[in-house]
């Protein structure tokens, strides 16, 4: 299974730009890459999904390196509504792959 | 639309007590599933169903069973609650296998606690 890593928390300040790693060695040939935010009391809401190389929307940007053993998730110019918990998700949605991981904490100051 | 709806969103049991929780979403999704998160964990899948009818087991099925008799609705049981079973219960939805975006859809959560 492909297990994922990413750091327990994170700060910042508003208007930053903050880029959060997830590591998932073991990611197989037919896993997508999607992250998730989450608010106290509240289901996570999907930001971004990618297989390789970059994907942009209007909330953040996903890069993935050609080997796909890791991915950062790109949030510009940060507001103190960005604080939340944010998991990386590696998986087939096909399967009952799925594994999140433990989420990063950001916490955005001002 | 009301999305993914989950009822109850609060519940207290003692040891030995059984329940359900209900799942229940408009988006005529085909996949549907159940996660446990315990605190400062991910989420863990519990069940999952990719169609009316059927049901797969996940990461941590043990001690729970599920049902998924209608398209829109997805429950959960707890046969013989144990303290170890204290979680918050995420339901979610998603787009028919196949989709270009598979992105989950939550509900609100259930948070179970059992004494």
């Known amino acids: 299974l492909a297990k994922t890593t990413q750091p327990i928390s994170m700060d910042s300040y508003e208007g930053q730009e903050v880029n959060i790693t997830c590591s998932h060695n073991n990611i197989a040939t037919n896993d997508y890459i999607t992250w998730y935010q989450q608010f106290p009391s509240q289901g996570p809401r999907f930001i971004i999904q990618g297989y390789k190389t970059k994907v942009t929307n209007e909330v953040a940007s996903l890069f993935i390196p050609a080997d796909r053993k890791s991915s950062t998730l790109s949030l510009p110019r940060v507001s103190l509504s960005d604080t939340a918990v944010y998991y990386c998700?590696?998986?087939?949605?096909?399967?009952?792959?799925?594994?999140f991981g433990t989420g990063t904490r950001l916490q955005v100051f001002p | 639309n009301a999305g993914v709806t989950q009822t109850p969103k609060f519940r207290v049991l003692k040891t030995g007590q059984s329940m359900t929780l209900l799942c229940a979403q408009d988006m005529n999704h085909e996949y549907m599933y159940w996660y446990r998160q315990d605190p400062g964990m991910g989420l863990r899948l519990i069940h999952y169903s990719v169609g009316e009818g059927t049901t797969a087991k996940g990461e941590v099925p043990d001690g729970y069973n599920v049902s998924r008799l209608k398209k829109q609705n997805f429950l959960l049981g707890l046969e013989s609650a144990a303290p170890s079973q204290t979680s918050v219960y995420f339901c979610?939805?998603?787009?028919?296998?196949?989709?270009?975006?598979?992105?989950?859809?939550f509900g609100p959560g259930t948070r179970l606690t059992v004494l």
């Open positions: 998700l590696v998986g087939n949605y096909n399967t009952d792959k799925l594994i």
């Open positions: 979610a939805s998603s787009y028919p296998s196949g989709s270009v975006y598979n992105e989950q859809f």
